[in-house]
C-alpha cells in the first residue's frame, strides 16, 4: 500500500503535467535550502538530498572532514562515523555523511514549503510555454472566462490565453462560458508565465477551418493559394489543384456545401467565396470578382508596384462587381495582388469615343472603326434614353473599347521602355560611388536640406542627381529649394561622388617558385642581357634550372647584345646584383644572375656573351 507521501507526489505529477524527475529535482532543492538554513550551514558545503518516494523518509548527507577531534558538527566528523559511509576513509578526507536532523522532516515542511511551491510553479510555466510554442498556427479551444476592457480572456485548461480587439471578428459577441475556436498567433515567455495571444480575425483561422474540415486541403491534394479576409463580412480563398482530376472549389465546396457551410456557422455567417487560382492574371482576375461577370480585362504590368488591371463590366454588373462599399473590389485586389480598377461598358465607350475624337494619337482609330464607331454612338444615345439594347449592338461597344484599350497599353508600353532607356542613358552619366554614398556621408550638405531630402524619400547621392536630370520639379517643389539651390546641390554632389577613388581590384600573384628546387632535363632558354630593355621580373620564363651549388657563376657584363636570333626572351642583370667573376675550369655559357626585385637567383645559358666567348663556343 502507497504512503501518503506516494499518493500526494503522484496527485501533484498528475495536476501539474509535470515528469517525475522534475518534481524530485525541485524537493530535493528545496530541502538542501531548507537544511542550510536550519543549521545555518554556508553555502560553499556540499550538501545533497535524497527523497524515497514510497515510503516519504528523507535523508541529507552534507560533505564533511574526517578529524581526530570534533569541533563543529556540522563540517567536521571522527574517522569511526567517515568509515561507515566510506570504508577507505582517512584523516583530512572530505566523506559525505548522513547528518539529517532528527526533527528535520517537521522543519523541512515548514522551511521548504514555499521553495517547493515556487519551483513547481516556475517547472509548470516553463512546461506550459513549450506544449504551447508548439502549437503556435494552430487552431486551440477555449472558454470564455471574462471581457476587460475590450479583451477576451480564455481559459485554455492548464493556462489563460488573451484576445485583443483587433483580433476578434466584427459584430461577434462574447460572454462568459462561451466555447470557442480560436487561432494562437503569439507565445511569450514572461516571469508571470506564458503569454499567449489568440485570434479569430486571423486569415490563418479560415485556412486552419478549412484543413479540418477538407480531406483533400489537408493531404496536400487541393492547395490554398491565397486568402483575403474582412472577419465577420467576407472571405475570398482561391484554391488550386494539385492531382489533375479534381475540381478544388467542389472538394472545399462538398456535396450540397456542407464543408463550407459549418465553416460559415463557426465564423457566424461570414461569407466565404471559393475560385479557382489560374496563373493567367486576367482569368483570375475575372474569377477574383464573382459573382460578378466581367466582360474584358486589360493589363498594365509596371511591376509589383504598377501593376494595374482595368475590368470592363456590364452596366448591370457594375454595382455587384463593385460590392457594398467597394467590399468585393477590394477583396479582389488584395486576393490577386493586382490594382483593379472596375468601370462600365458605356464608361468605357464613351471615355473610347472621346479619345478617338480629340486625342491625335488615336485619330487613326476614326478610320479603322468608322461602321463600329457610328453603331457605338448610337448605342449609346439609346442606353441614355433607356431604351432596350439587343446583344449584337453590345458587340459595337466591345469592339471599340477593345481597340481602344490595347493601344492605350501598346502606348504606355513605348513610354515605359523609353523612360528606362532614358533613366539608364542618365545613369551612365553618373560615378557608380554616386549610388553608394549617402546624404549622411556629405558633411558640406546643408542640415535642413539634407533632412528635406530624407523626409522626400532620397537617400543617396545618385537619386538625387538622377532625379534632378530627369525631373527637377520633383525637387523644386520641396520646401526651401529653389534654383540657386538646386544649382548648388547638383555641384556638390557630383563633385563629392566624382572625388571617391576608384579601386581596380589587385591583380592576383603569380606563383614563383625557387629555382634551386627543380632539376634540369631540358636545355633551358638562352638568356639576353641588354642595358637597353628592361623586363620586369614577372615576365620571365620559369625554366627549370640545375642546382645552384653545382653551376659556376659567371658574371654578365651589362653592355652586351642579345643572341642572333633576337628572341630577346632573356633574363637582364639588374643594377645592384652581386656579380663573382667566371670559373676557367666552369662549363661556358652557364649564368647565374640574382634579381633584386624577385629576390631570388636565376640560371641559365646565356648566348652572345662576348665574341672570345662566341669564338670558344
Same mark, same amino acid.
Given at each position: 500500500?502507497?504512503?501518503?507521501?506516494?499518493?500526494?507526489?503522484?496527485?501533484?505529477?498528475?495536476?501539474?503535467?509535470?515528469?517525475?524527475? %522534475?518534481? +524530485?529535482?525541485?524537493?530535493?532543492?528545496?530541502? =538542501? @535550502?531548507?537544511?542550510?538554513?536550519? +543549521?545555518?550551514?554556508?553555502?560553499?558545503?556540499?550538501?545533497?538530498?535524497?527523497?524515497?518516494?514510497?515510503?516519504?523518509?528523507?535523508?541529507?548527507?552534507?560533505?564533511?572532514?574526517?578529524?581526530?577531534?570534533?569541533?563543529?558538527?556540522?563540517?567536521?566528523?571522527?574517522?569511526?562515523?567517515?568509515?561507515?559511509?566510506?570504508?577507505?576513509?582517512?584523516?583530512?578526507?572530505?566523506?559525505?555523511?548522513?547528518?539529517?536532523?532528527?526533527?528535520?522532516?517537521?522543519?523541512?515542511?515548514?522551511?521548504?514549503?514555499?521553495?517547493?511551491?515556487?519551483?513547481?510553479?516556475?517547472?509548470?510555466?516553463?512546461?506550459?510555454?513549450?506544449?504551447?510554442?508548439?502549437?503556435?498556427?494552430?487552431?486551440?479551444?477555449?472558454?470564455?472566462?471574462?471581457?476587460?476592457?475590450?479583451?477576451?480572456?480564455?481559459?485554455?485548461?492548464?493556462?489563460?490565453?488573451?484576445?485583443?480587439?483587433?483580433?476578434?471578428?466584427?459584430?461577434?459577441?462574447?460572454?462568459?462560458?462561451?466555447?470557442? /475556436?480560436?487561432?494562437?498567433?503569439?507565445?511569450?515567455?514572461?516571469?508571470?508565465?506564458? @503569454?499567449?495571444?489568440?485570434?479569430?480575425?486571423?486569415?490563418?483561422?479560415?485556412?486552419?477551418?478549412?484543413?479540418?474540415?477538407?480531406?483533400?486541403?489537408?493531404?496536400?491534394?487541393?492547395?490554398?493559394?491565397?486568402?483575403?479576409?474582412?472577419?465577420?463580412?467576407?472571405?475570398?480563398?482561391?484554391?488550386?489543384?494539385?492531382?489533375?482530376?479534381?475540381?478544388?472549389?467542389?472538394?472545399?465546396?462538398?456535396? /450540397?456545401?456542407?464543408?463550407?457551410?459549418?465553416? =460559415?456557422?463557426?465564423?457566424?455567417?461570414?461569407?466565404?467565396?471559393?475560385?479557382?487560382?489560374?496563373?493567367?492574371?486576367?482569368?483570375?482576375?475575372?474569377?477574383?470578382?464573382?459573382?460578378?461577370?466581367?466582360?474584358?480585362?486589360? +493589363?498594365?504590368?509596371?511591376?509589383?508596384?504598377?501593376?494595374?488591371?482595368? %475590368?470592363?463590366?456590364?452596366?448591370?454588373?457594375?454595382?455587384?462587381?463593385?460590392?457594398?462599399?467597394?467590399?468585393?473590389?477590394?477583396?479582389?485586389?488584395?486576393? &490577386?495582388?493586382?490594382?483593379?480598377?472596375?468601370?462600365?461598358?458605356?464608361?468605357? &465607350?464613351?471615355?473610347?469615343?472621346?479619345?478617338?475624337?480629340?486625342?491625335?494619337?488615336?485619330?487613326?482609330?476614326? @478610320?479603322?472603326?468608322?461602321?463600329?464607331?457610328?453603331?457605338?454612338?448610337?448605342?449609346?444615345?439609346?442606353?441614355?434614353?433607356?431604351?432596350?439594347?439587343?446583344?449584337?449592338?453590345?458587340?459595337?461597344?466591345?469592339?471599340?473599347?477593345?481597340?481602344?484599350?490595347?493601344?492605350?497599353?501598346?502606348?504606355?508600353?513605348?513610354? /515605359?521602355?523609353?523612360?528606362?532607356?532614358?533613366?539608364?542613358?542618365?545613369?551612365?552619366?553618373?560615378?557608380?560611388?554616386?549610388?553608394?554614398?549617402?546624404?549622411?556621408?556629405?558633411?558640406?550638405?546643408?542640415?535642413?536640406?539634407?533632412?528635406?531630402?530624407?523626409?522626400?524619400?532620397?537617400?543617396?547621392?545618385? &537619386? %538625387?542627381?538622377?532625379?534632378?536630370?530627369?525631373?527637377?520639379?520633383?525637387?523644386?517643389?520641396?520646401?526651401?529649394?529653389?534654383?540657386?539651390?538646386?544649382?548648388?546641390?547638383?555641384?556638390?554632389?557630383?563633385?563629392?561622388?566624382?572625388?571617391?577613388?576608384?579601386?581596380?581590384?589587385?591583380?592576383?600573384?603569380?606563383?614563383?617558385?625557387?629555382?634551386?628546387?627543380?632539376?634540369?632535363?631540358?636545355?633551358?632558354?638562352? =638568356?639576353?642581357?641588354?642595358?637597353?630593355?628592361?623586363?620586369?621580373?614577372?615576365?620571365?620564363?620559369?625554366?627549370?634550372?640545375?642546382?645552384?651549388?653545382?653551376?659556376?657563376?659567371?658574371?654578365?657584363?651589362?653592355?652586351?647584345?642579345?643572341?642572333?636570333?633576337?628572341?630577346?626572351?632573356?633574363?637582364?642583370?639588374?643594377?645592384?646584383?652581386?656579380?663573382?667573376?667566371?670559373?676557367?675550369?666552369?662549363?661556358?655559357?652557364?649564368?647565374?644572375?640574382?634579381?633584386?626585385?624577385?629576390?631570388?637567383? =636565376?640560371?641559365?645559358?646565356?648566348?652572345?656573351?662576348?665574341?672570345?666567348?662566341?669564338?670558344?663556343?
Amino acid at each position: 500500500m502507497k504512503s501518503e507521501f506516494a499518493l500526494a507526489f503522484t496527485e501533484i505529477g498528475e495536476r501539474s503535467k509535470l515528469e517525475r524527475s %522534475v518534481i +524530485l529535482e525541485a524537493l530535493e532543492a528545496a530541502l =538542501v @535550502q531548507a537544511y542550510r538554513k536550519a +543549521l545555518n550551514a554556508s553555502t560553499a558545503q556540499e550538501v545533497n538530498a535524497t527523497i524515497d518516494v514510497n515510503s516519504g523518509k528523507v535523508l541529507i548527507y552534507a560533505e564533511k572532514e574526517v578529524v581526530d577531534e570534533v569541533q563543529d558538527n556540522r563540517t567536521e566528523a571522527t574517522l569511526e562515523l567517515a568509515r561507515q559511509f566510506d570504508p577507505l576513509a582517512q584523516l583530512g578526507d572530505l566523506v559525505k555523511i548522513d547528518s539529517t536532523p532528527p526533527n528535520f522532516g517537521r522543519i523541512a515542511a515548514q522551511a521548504a514549503k514555499q521553495l517547493v511551491l515556487q519551483k513547481l510553479k516556475e517547472a509548470e510555466r516553463d512546461s506550459q510555454y513549450e506544449e504551447y510554442a508548439k502549437r503556435e498556427g494552430e487552431i486551440i479551444h477555449g472558454t470564455v472566462q471574462s471581457v476587460s476592457g475590450g479583451t477576451v480572456i480564455l481559459q485554455l485548461g492548464r493556462a489563460e490565453a488573451a484576445m485583443p480587439r483587433k483580433e476578434q471578428m466584427l459584430g461577434e459577441r462574447y460572454r462568459q462560458g462561451d466555447k470557442l /475556436r480560436v487561432l494562437c498567433i503569439g507565445v511569450r515567455k514572461e516571469g508571470r508565465g506564458p @503569454q499567449i495571444t489568440v485570434s479569430r480575425a486571423h486569415k490563418d483561422m479560415l485556412r486552419r477551418l478549412l484543413e479540418l474540415e477538407v480531406p483533400e486541403i489537408y493531404n496536400g491534394t487541393v492547395e490554398i493559394k491565397d486568402i483575403s479576409r474582412e472577419p465577420g463580412h467576407r472571405s475570398k480563398i482561391a484554391v488550386a489543384a494539385g492531382v489533375p482530376g479534381i475540381d478544388p472549389v467542389g472538394a472545399c465546396v462538398g456535396m /450540397r456545401g456542407m464543408r463550407i457551410q459549418s465553416i =460559415v456557422k463557426e465564423l457566424h455567417d461570414e461569407k466565404i467565396d471559393v475560385i479557382e487560382w489560374s496563373a493567367d492574371p486576367s482569368v483570375f482576375i475575372s474569377k477574383a470578382l464573382s459573382p460578378a461577370r466581367v466582360g474584358a480585362v486589360y +493589363l498594365e504590368d509596371g511591376g509589383l508596384d504598377m501593376r494595374n488591371a482595368t %475590368v470592363v463590366v456590364p452596366d448591370d454588373q457594375l454595382s455587384l462587381a463593385i460590392g457594398r462599399d467597394g467590399q468585393n473590389a477590394r477583396l479582389a485586389a488584395k486576393l &490577386t495582388h493586382w490594382k483593379i480598377d472596375i468601370k462600365s461598358l458605356s464608361e468605357c &465607350t464613351r471615355e473610347s469615343i472621346k479619345r478617338i475624337a480629340e486625342d491625335p494619337a488615336y485619330a487613326h482609330l476614326q @478610320q479603322i472603326l468608322e461602321s463600329e464607331l457610328k453603331h457605338a454612338t448610337a448605342t449609346i444615345a439609346k442606353m441614355e434614353e433607356r431604351r432596350p439594347i439587343m446583344p449584337e449592338e453590345y458587340a459595337f461597344l466591345n469592339k471599340v473599347v477593345d481597340a481602344t484599350e490595347r493601344l492605350r497599353l501598346s502606348m504606355q508600353k513605348a513610354d /515605359r521602355a523609353e523612360r528606362e532607356a532614358r533613366i539608364a542613358a542618365v545613369r551612365a552619366t553618373f560615378p557608380a560611388a554616386a549610388y553608394a554614398l549617402t546624404l549622411e556621408e556629405i558633411p558640406e550638405l546643408d542640415e535642413v536640406l539634407r533632412a528635406t531630402l530624407l523626409a522626400a524619400g532620397f537617400a543617396s547621392a545618385g &537619386t %538625387v542627381l538622377e532625379t534632378l536630370a530627369l525631373d527637377e520639379d520633383a525637387i523644386l517643389k520641396l520646401d526651401g529649394v529653389g534654383p540657386k539651390v538646386i544649382s548648388d546641390l547638383h555641384d556638390l554632389l557630383l563633385a563629392t561622388a566624382q572625388a571617391i577613388p576608384v579601386v581596380d581590384p589587385e591583380p592576383e600573384p603569380e606563383l614563383q617558385l625557387p629555382v634551386a628546387e627543380f632539376e634540369s632535363t631540358v636545355a633551358p632558354e638562352p =638568356v639576353v642581357a641588354t642595358a637597353a630593355t628592361d623586363v620586369p621580373a614577372a615576365e620571365l620564363p620559369t625554366t627549370p634550372a640545375q642546382p645552384a651549388a653545382e653551376v659556376p657563376e659567371r658574371v654578365v657584363d651589362k653592355d652586351e647584345d642579345p643572341d642572333e636570333d633576337g628572341e630577346g626572351k632573356g633574363m637582364l642583370a639588374k643594377a645592384g646584383a652581386k656579380k663573382k667573376k667566371k670559373d676557367k675550369g666552369a662549363r661556358r655559357g652557364r649564368t647565374i644572375i640574382y634579381d633584386e626585385d624577385a629576390d631570388t637567383f =636565376v640560371t641559365g645559358r646565356a648566348a652572345g656573351l662576348n665574341e672570345e666567348d662566341a669564338r670558344l663556343d
